[in-house]
């Protein structure tokens, strides 16, 4: 059984940093991309960070320059460096795994922005 384990999330002051992880088991074929995604209340879900097999990432406007993304393939497992970090950026955090045709979501992780 696939499961998306996420940790990292917390509250922190504006300027401030977090590191999430989202770390997957039970997959038996090669991840795809992996990424990150945020909902703020009242809002869509929306793409913030993603990275393909081969390491090469991509951003939300927002957040390049402060955020960073990376993986570890032998783990099967992604981060989200979030530095400088905004009340905007206030959202539960949700990992997304691509293991072409399935894709897979953890449950979310709280990031909250205080300013």
């Known amino acids: 059984q696939v499961q998306l384990v996420e940790s990292g999330g917390g509250l922190v002051q504006a300027g401030g940093s977090l590191r999430l992880s989202c770390a997957a088991s039970?997959?038996?074929?090669?991840?795809?991309?992996m990424g990150w995604y945020r909902q703020a209340p009242g809002k869509q879900r929306e793409l913030v960070a993603a990275?393909?097999?081969?390491?090469?990432?991509t951003y939300t406007d927002s957040v390049k320059g402060r955020f960073t993304i990376s993986r570890d393939n032998a783990k099967n497992t992604v981060y989200l460096q979030m530095n400088s970090l905004k009340p905007e950026d206030t959202a539960v955090y949700y990992c997304n795994v691509n293991v072409s045709p399935l894709i897979y979501w953890g449950r979310g992780t709280q990031v909250t922005v205080s300013s």
């Open positions: 990275i393909t097999s081969g390491g090469t990432p």
């Open positions: 039970g997959i038996i074929f090669s991840i795809n991309t």
